[in-house]
């Protein structure tokens, strides 16, 4: 099943069961679907868009989120925090798992001595990542270990 059909599917078992928390993170994520398929001036059936197209959205809408969540968080504000980390948690079950810490310093290390890169070739090794890892490297985490090993 497609991720924009499991988004789809979940608004409406959300909707016949009476969920509220999940049926509003569904149908934000629903809409932003829709928007994407506007701006990108696209036929507007949500069900035909890719896996690739619906992860890139999600990883957008969870950035939101998280920084929303550390905002909630400085305000003190609980129920906002709640309702913060239920959305992320939701949002984060669209992603692929991610690579651990030492398998991605693995493959940037063997990428950077396999190349004799040096600092100045930062793109370069984030481009080869995004080629070929990106959806199963955290970037985020890539570009910190890159930085790391050439404090070293």
Known sequence: ????????DDVKSALKGGDKKKLSIARYVYSELKNFLIKENLERDVLKLS????IKIVKTQLKQKKESLDFAIKAR???RVEDLEFDIE???DFLPSMMD???TIDII???INENNLRNKDFGKIMSFLKQNYNNKIDMNLASRVIKN???E
């Not at 099943?1 to 789809?8: E, F, H």
């Not at 896996?51 to 619906?54: A, K, P, R, W």
């Open 1 to 8: 099943m497609s991720l924009a059909k499991k988004i789809s």
């Open 51 to 54: 896996d690739e197209n619906v």
């Open 77 to 79: 504000d609980q129920g």
């Open 90 to 92: 939701y949002l984060n």
């Open 101 to 103: 810490e030492k398998s």
């Open 109 to 111: 290390s063997q990428h």
């Open 149 to 151: 090993i050439f404090k």
